[in-house]
Structure formats: C-alpha cells, structure tokens
C-alpha cells in the first residue's frame, strides 16, 4: 500500500511570508508551487523550486485564479476558454524556473475556487485538462476524488491522481464542505489522523452528516497556510509508517 503526501506551497510574495515550507519539504513527496496568480511571486517560486529539488521530491504546478486579495479561493465568472489560458500562462511561468534548477514539473494541482469551479463544472474541468494536456501531456493532473476534474482528465489522455484531503471535511456527494460553512476545516490532529486512515486503508470517508462513501485515494493534501500544517504533516507521516503505508511521490 502506497501513497502521495502533498502540500500546497510557495504562497509568500513580496513582503508576506507565511507557511513553513522549510520545515514541511523534507516530510513530503510532492510540492503544489502556487504560480503567482492567487499567491507567490517570482522569488517564491525561485526559492521553492530549488528547496524541492535539494529535497528530491515532486515539483508541481499549483495554478489559480487571478484573485490575490481573495487567495484565489472567490468563484469568478470566467469563460473556458480565459481558463485554458491562465492554466497554460502559470504553467509557463513555473516552467522556467524549474528549467533554471534543471528539473521538470511531475503534476499539476488547480488552487481553491478554480479546484472547486472544475471539480462540479464539466466546460471549466475540460479547460483546465486541455490546457494542461496541451502543455505536456507527460504530466500527472491531480484532483478531487470522484469528480469531473478526474474523469474530463482521463477523457483528453492524461494520468490523473485522485486526491483526498487530511484537514477538510466532505459533502455526501464527495465535495469539499464549503470553508464558508463553519467547522468545515479540521483543526483536531488527532480526528485529521483518523480520516487519513481511513481514506487511505478503506478508500472511504465520514461525510459531515456521518454517511461513509467510497472515494479513491492517490494522494493526500495537507494545506500548507493551515496553522497545524507542519503538525499535521508530521503526524500524519508517523502514522502511516507505523501502519506500513509506503509514502511514495507521485508517478513514482
């Protein structure tokens, strides 16, 4: 049994810095680089492409929407086709800072609202797909679990890794409960552990309403601007090598 811990990072830019990144690159197997549209910034990425690459883990594109003030995580209204293009415009830019440190892009993740947007809309999921694909289909796209970001990426030929996540809590239908909603991010290390566990040694998970539905489980996200990030990720890698869960980079 094996499985991708991820990270979303790289988010400081100018003069706000905020995340562990330093402490949490070493305990994981792939990094989200945000690509400077809902944060980070050309230093950032600089910087967090080369303390990946020291790390040896997976280096990833982590595009948004162009909401900095709202970290990208406000719904817009944007057309397909200005989707593929944002996608294909953040891949480019992180493109060349990995071609700088000599190591290529292994995934590519969608941030916040735009994850979300893609994950219950098939155009918006198709564009993100396509733009990706179109940009190298050698890339893994990562998504969420039972959504239509996983099926419109298999449908245009690329490999697609199903996401789960350690500190979010899940609709009956397998959506993320809305961050508008209250208690709808898991704060508790202990009850975070337990749903690690359980999505990664059963494939299911206990919805907010108690229901267990099945989900499949490729990798699994700890958001790295939640103040228990480097607890967590600590914790949760403790635990699965205590349960023999080999923690394994992403097309690895």
Known sequence: MKIDLNCDLGEAFGNYSFGGDNDIIPLITSANVACGFHAGDWNVMHETVKLAKESNIGIGAHPGLPDLQGFGRRNMDISPDE????????????????????????????????????????????????AVYDFDPELIYVGLSNTLLISEAEKVGLTAASEVFADRRYEEDGQLVSRKEPDAVLTDKDEAINQVLKMVKDQQVVTKTGKVIDLKADTICVHGDGANALEFVRNIRETLNKEGVSITQLGG
């Open 83 to 130: 989707i593929y293009n944002i996608v294909t415009y953040q891949l480019g830019a992180l493109n060349s800072f990995c071609q700088i440190h000599d190591v290529r892009i292994n995934h590519v993740k969608p941030h916040g609202a735009l994850y979300q947007m893609g994950a219950r809309d098939k155009d918006i999921a198709h564009a993100i797909a396509q």
